[in-house]
T-cell receptor, first 112, second 113 residues
Framework: GENVEQHPSTLSVQEGDSAVIKCTYS??????FPWYKQELGKRPQLIID?????GEKKDQRIAVTLNKTAKHFSLHITETQPEDSAVYFC???????????FGDGTTLTVKP | DGGITQSPKYLFRKEGQNVTLSCEQN?????MYWYRQDPGQGLRLIYY???????QKGDIAEGYSVSREKKESFPLTVTSAQKNPTAFYLC????????????FGSGTRLTVV
């Protein structure tokens, strides 16, 4: 089955700096890669996603890049703010409404 | 709350008991999922269902059971065969057509006492 590895497990940055979280996946058939943000005590929420026919997608301060050849994708957050502090999960899935396999999460702390 | 409701928020189970976690959605989503979240281990798939009266095992199905009698409902039973059930359980739903993200419920924290 699919295996998703996520790095780093913890990340601490100063407010205003950029943060990058990287994930690799094992199954080349995976074609959909969402990212979720989970604030303390709350449910995960979808923040951005990318499909396999796209190399990069941006939404305001967040962007995701995908390298299908290397089977890795990354989340980039620019101009970080304290409210960006949360656990971020990457995931990979295939097919229509395919089940998602999640990475282990990255705890991002943005210091004011 | 957010279209997908999990109850109860907190649940305590005695050794040898079966307990059932509720998940209801009003988003008209076809697919529903149950994940278990443990500290430092991310989300692991227990069961999923893409259509009423059909469901498939995920990666850690042993000791769990589900039913999907209605499109809106996907309850999870944690049986006494699950040896380490203390965890945070998340239910999610999504549309079947196309690759789309999940909408998650607010979770149920199960503790064995």
């Amino acid at each position: 089955g699919e295996n998703v590895e996520q790095h780093p497990s913890t990340l601490s940055v100063q407010e205003g700096d950029s943060a990058v979280i990287k994930c690799t996946y094992s199954d080349s058939a995976s074609n959909y890669f969402p990212w979720y943000k989970q604030e303390l005590g709350k449910r995960p929420q979808l923040i951005i996603d990318i499909r396999s026919n796209v190399g990069e997608k941006k939404d305001q301060r967040i962007a995701v890049t995908l390298n299908k050849t290397a089977k890795h994708f990354s989340l980039h957050i620019t101009e970080t703010q304290p409210e960006d502090s949360a656990v971020y999960f990457c995931a990979a899935s295939m097919g229509q409404a395919g089940k998602s396999t999640f990475g282990d999460g990255t705890t991002l702390t943005v210091k004011p | 709350d957010g279209g997908i409701t999990q109850s109860p928020k907190y649940l305590f189970r005695k050794e040898g008991q079966n307990v059932t976690l509720s998940c209801e959605q009003n988003l008209n989503h076809d697919a529903m999922y149950w994940y278990r979240q443990d500290p430092g281990q991310g989300l692991r798939l227990i069961y999923y269902s893409q259509i009423v009266n059909d469901f498939q095992k995920g990666d850690i199905a042993e000791g769990y059971s589900v039913s999907r009698e209605k499109k809106e409902s996907f309850p999870l039973t944690v049986t006494s065969a699950q040896k380490n059930p203390t965890a945070f359980y998340l239910c999610a739903s999504s549309m079947v057509r196309g690759s789309v993200g999940y909408t998650f419920g607010s979770g149920t924290r199960l503790t064995v006492v």
